[in-house]
């Protein structure tokens, strides 16, 4: 016997299982997963080295190159958005790097911080929230400091409903430090929202499969300049499972290094399948309508919005909560009485605010029954606009 005592483990008193309850998800991720695309999930599993698995792989990854309008290989993980940050920062870069971070709110942050826990020297560009980045501002700044391997930005900043203007600010660092690596945080923007990443000679862009891909969470998708492949080469800091140069290798083969999530790769293969028949163009603009739609309705009922600018996102808006309206309460009666599921403010917006997604699978029926519900609350809770 040990010195410690040895105690049995009960089984659980826990709350018995329940349904899932199906509700109009305005929330920026998850989205709502598509019907065919849930159904494909039920087939079963099978062998990830033989030719099945490798005849989705290679239609998966050909068409997210379409997407992401790359030549580049896209590589797909399996792991949430943050896992493609930290993917990004560890196969590029080297302890103690300099590199540059402009952030517009909470994923922003988040990117300097993984940065920075990995030994990274940081340099921040901040913006107050709801606003986009200044490309008169960056360029002064970028002017002043330290020279520096790399620049994370974020195109879409969920938190604040603000779409930089990717194309400016990549044109500007390109033309300030021709080989610095521009690596770009997509997650909420990339399917919905136009990003050319060759085009616009973007080094890293990476995505979440959560937010306009129409799957469920939990796989992170990825894509490298040959500027960025170049870097790999030679960046030091430690890494096994994000290693790129495996999933690159493995690709030969139309295969994962390691064991892939089969049933969103079943997922995800048929949503790029509604997406291609959807058109690329044809779902920006369903995106664009999206965005001025839900942010006309919130002018209309007398709400301020935190971006109420041309940089406002087009796959989420955030509304501040008007004077007297607690958000929490506001929130839950749409949560119980409605169906709709917004989400809250992040960080030092909590409570003072909330979001609406706007991406991904809907229709303008769904985005309208969450706008009447909203505006029905609101009314109930006594806010005359
Ligand atoms: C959702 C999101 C992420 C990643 O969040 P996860 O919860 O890890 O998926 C990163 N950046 C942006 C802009 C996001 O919207």
Redesign the pocket.
């Known amino acids: 016997m040990t010195t410690q005592e040895q105690k049995a483990i009960p089984i659980p008193q826990v709350e018995a299982r329940a349904s899932i309850p199906t509700q109009n998800l305005r929330v920026?991720?998850p989205t709502v997963v598509p019907p065919k695309v849930q159904a494909a999930q039920a087939a079963p599993m099978i062998n990830h080295r033989g030719p099945e698995f490798a005849a989705i792989m290679k239609r998966v990854t050909l068409r997210l190159q379409y997407f992401f309008q790359t030549a580049s290989p896209v590589l797909i993980y399996p792991?949430?958005?943050?896992?493609?940050?930290e993917s990004a920062i560890v196969n590029l870069f080297s302890p103690g790097d300099h590199i540059i971070s402009i952030t517009i709110g909470n994923?922003g942050d988040?990117?300097a911080k993984i940065a920075s826990a990995f030994g990274l020297e940081v340099t921040r560009i901040d913006f107050p929230w709801g606003q986009a980045a200044d490309p008169a501002v960056v360029e002064a700044r970028l002017k002043e400091v330290a020279p520096y391997r790399g620049v994370l930005l974020?195109?879409?900043?969920?938190s604040t409903g603000v779409t930089n203007d990717l194309q400016t600010l990549a044109t500007l660092l390109r033309r300030l430090n021709p080989d610095a690596l521009i690596v770009v945080?997509a997650?909420?923007?990339l399917g919905c929202v136009q990003l050319e990443m060759d085009k616009w000679d973007i080094d890293v862009v990476l995505t979440?499969s959560?937010?306009g891909w129409m799957i469920p969470?939990g796989m992170m998708m990825i894509a490298a300049s040959q500027r960025a492949w170049e870097a790999h080469k030679s960046a030091k800091l430690p890494r096994f499972y994000f290693d790129w140069t495996l999933a690159r290798k493995s690709l030969d083969s139309w295969q994962n290094p390691y064991t892939p999530a089969l049933s969103l790769f079943y997922a995800l293969d048929v949503a790029l399948e509604m997406m291609l028949a959807e058109g690329r163009e044809a779902i920006f603009e369903r995106h664009a309508r999206a965005g001025e739609y839900v942010r006309s309705r919130a002018k209309a009922m007398g709400l301020k919005l935190l971006s109420d600018h041309k940089n406002a996102s087009n796959t989420v808006t955030a509304i501040l909560a008007p004077e007297g309206i607690d958000t929490k309460t506001l929130l839950k009666k749409l949560r119980e009485e409605d169906s709709v599921v917004f989400a809250t403010g992040q960080d030092h917006m909590r409570g003072k605010m909330f979001r609406m997604g706007h991406l991904g699978f809907f229709s303008e029926a769904d985005l309208a029954q969450a706008m009447d519900a909203l505006e029905k609350q609101l009314h109930a809770l006594g806010f005359q606009g």
């Open positions: 920026p991720g792991a949430s958005g943050t896992g493609g940050q994923f988040r990117f974020t195109h879409n900043e969920t945080d997650v909420s923007s979440g959560q937010k969470p």
